[in-house]
């Protein structure tokens, strides 16, 4: 039997959008959104809320627990990513976050961190989101790529990623932030630092050829197989396929990883068999929601609280 580890969160929480579409507002940084003129605005937002109900059970039945909200807006599109406006981690903290784009900024909910305070021991409540007043902007666990670990806060500059709020972050919650730029095959920068790279326990994927600088990229590279870690090391063309994109999570028999389908198929077989030794795989099938630029990590907001008793699904 696996110990637990404070890497792999046993809950989450998931937002199931009625308006879903690939919001304009973010497409001019946001390289991996795409559009299908095959299908109407409202059979796109049917698929995505058909994808988030299938994903949400799916997870539960690994053992998962999963705070599932509604989101009946129009002018949330991009809602089901709960990951960038909120965060949380043990001792009992949470942080709200400043949000790039002001079509996003409405995504923050009350009763989500009400959920959280009553379900979880939160001792306080960090609201970094008046940042957001000074154009300063750092997107959560989009942003920002946490070693719960090794306390460490990986993230690739960009609109969605300030250092001056990294830093304040990173000074408040005792992580050392680690920066860099990252670019995509053809040099355009990636908006956030959960699409190329995901840290596990005992493994981390990661799109180092992302990383521009090569001596900043070596010196990456050496510090995550420093900690021990399998370093699975994914192209330019699986980050296009969102193979980064993943998370950890506790289930019932152990640990297992959540990623999508479509990241699943990009994955090299002998890549899937290392991920393989260190947690079992669950691809959850988000074609629709992919086509916002994000993927499965960003649907899954971790838990990292201790529960009061209370924490079964809603």
Known sequence: MQKLSVQAPRSVVMIRPHHFGPNQATAADNVFQATDPGRSVEGIAAAAHREVSAAAPALQAAGVT????????????????????????SGGHVALYPMFSPSRRKERRHDVVEMLKQRYRV???????????????LEGTGAMVLDHVERVAYAARSNRTNEVALERFCTHFNFEPVVFDAVDAVGRPIYHTNVLMCVGTDFCLIGLATIRDAARR????????????????????????????????????????????RALKALRPEQLALLESFAAILPLDVPTIELAGGSVRCMLAGIHLASRGLATAT
């Open 218 to 261: 070596a010196e990456i590279a050496d510090r995550l197989a420093g900690t021990g870690r399998a370093v699975i090391d994914l192209s330019h063309e699986q980050i296009g396929e969102f193979a980064g994109n993943a998370i950890e999570l506790q289930g019932r028999d152990g640990r297992l990883v959540a990623l999508s389908s």
């Open 123 to 137: 001792q306080d409540v960090i609201d970094y989101s008046g940042l957001e007043q000074d154009g300063v902007y």
């Open 66 to 89: 999963v705070h599932l909200f509604e989101d009946e807006g129009a002018e949330t599109p991009d809602s089901v990513f709960p990951n960038n406006w909120f965060s949380t981690h």
